[in-house]
């Protein structure tokens, strides 16, 4: 019956949105660049966004949060117009213009009404072209940053993440924050250090497009080529894969009430594609379906050592691994990792049972579709497919591989992946 409700979907869904099913590519100075699109008119806006791999936060330099400090300062509009006046002219026609930064990636996200197109696109061209990069504005992000650095100093699950990060990604630039270590770090980064980012970022060869909406995308992507022409080629750049480390437990002393427990192990995946449905299957048993999970069950019903307790795997193309976490009182910590390790060694001993496969099934089934409703949501899983080297309509194949699971196949997968097992906990307590 699942399966035949799933089938009735995959057939209405496909013929609204096979087109955004494909990847095409918009070739600018000989080079190809991937594009990621789907036309919906169901309300006259457009939403582009042009990413550029190698852009992120992996790709600092030692010991500088280069990647954050440039994305804060392409927010701060162009030279020629500064950061008030662009941003007066951007929100005259209602456009939204906004630059993140990525752990791999930096991208320039586009908002804007269909009758304002032309408009956006050489906004954008402008602040690509002529970047607010000035002494200034260097020192006024630089000033942000030391603030939102400040706060973290009292952010505990941050500070728990960050000491966790530090040590199962040790030696590898995962282990560095975006925001780096300390305002020094901050101060260190240079207007030539921004500008050199910025040379080597905005290049054809790591640039894809996402774009869709009430657009002729064909006559949309005619108009775009003319403003990326102007990019320099530039050299292809690697996302490289980083595996966790098993390591002692890392605990660090603070002014806290309670516990904050973050943990996570490796996860040794041989293909994302093959695999990555059983691990998220295992997962929302083990600890990510919230109240119904084992971690929950175990550890806050039965016992009351925590308000929460999850856990779920983490599968990307840069790193897999699963990740964890919970808070309880200081006299309760020991105790509530030493069952934090006793619950995933039973649950790789011994698999899970059909009644909570039926129930995973149940849920993931469901939830799956409506996490991409929006126009927005359609498009962002199909780059994170493309990112990780899965099929645009990944989600269709993952849907029927859910489907189709069954007890033996989960719990072969469950031991054969004894690591996750290996837990490393980072603790801040008292």
Do not use: C, W
Not at 143 to 172: C, E
Not at 239 to 260: E, G, L
Request: hydrophobic letters at 40%; glycine letters at 6%; a neutral charge.
């Amino acid at each position: 019956m699942v399966k035949n409700i799933v089938m009735l979907f995959f057939l209405i869904l496909g013929v609204q949105t096979m087109q955004a099913n494909t990847l095409s590519y918009l070739t600018i100075n000989n080079i190809k660049i991937p594009v990621i699109s789907e036309q919906s008119s169901v309300i006259p806006t457009g939403h582009l966004e042009v990413i550029f791999m190698g852009g992120g936060n992996m790709f600092n330099p030692p010991k500088k949060p280069l990647a954050k400090i440039a994305s804060e300062m392409l927010n701060r509009g162009t030279k020629t117009l500064g950061n008030v006046k662009f941003a007066e002219l951007l929100e005259s026609k209602a456009l939204d213009l906004d630059v993140g930064v990525g752990q791999a990636t930096l991208t320039f996200t586009l908002n804007f009404l269909k009758e304002y197109e032309d408009f956006a696109y050489t906004q954008l061209e402008n602040l690509i072209k002529d970047p607010n990069l000035t002494k200034s504005t260097l020192q006024d992000v630089q000033k942000k940053l030391h603030a939102a650095l400040m706060s973290k100093s009292s952010d505990f699950d941050y500070q728990a993440t960050l000491l966790l990060q530090k040590g199962i990604f040790a030696k590898t630039p995962l282990a560095y924050p975006a925001l780096g270590n300390t305002t020094q770090e901050i101060d260190s980064v240079t207007l030539n250090d921004v500008k050199n980012y910025l040379d080597t970022t905005l290049v054809l060869e790591n640039m894809v497009l996402v774009i869709g909406g009430d657009l002729d995308i064909k006559t949309s992507l005619t108009k775009l080529e003319k403003i990326f022409s102007l990019l320099p080629q530039g050299k292809k750049v690697v996302i490289p894969q980083y595996k966790v480390k098993t390591i002692a437990m890392k605990t660090a002393k603070k002014d806290t009430q309670q516990a904050y427990i973050y943990f996570a192990s490796p996860l040794n995946l041989q293909s994302i594609k093959d695999d990555a449905y059983k691990a998220q299957v295992a997962g929302f048993i083990l600890g990510s379906s919230g109240f119904g999970s084992r971690l929950m069950e175990e550890i806050r019903v039965k016992r009351g050592l925590a308000y929460s307790a999850y856990m779920r795997p983490n599968i990307a193309r840069t790193s897999t691994y699963v990740a964890g976490y919970m808070q309880t009182a200081l006299d309760k910590q020991d105790e509530a990792i030493a069952l934090t390790k006793q619950i995933v060694k039973d649950f790789v001993e011994k698999g899970v049972t059909q009644e909570e496969l039926d129930s995973a099934k149940q849920f993931i089934l469901g939830n799956k579709p409506l996490q991409e409703e929006t126009l927005g949501q359609r498009l962002n899983a199909r780059f994170m497919n493309y990112y990780n080297g899965l099929p645009l309509d990944y989600r269709d194949e993952f849907l029927q591989k859910v489907a189709s699971l069954d007890l033996q196949t989960l719990n072969d997968f469950i031991r054969a992946h004894a690591e996750i097992a290996d837990l490393s906990f980072a603790v801040i307590t008292k």
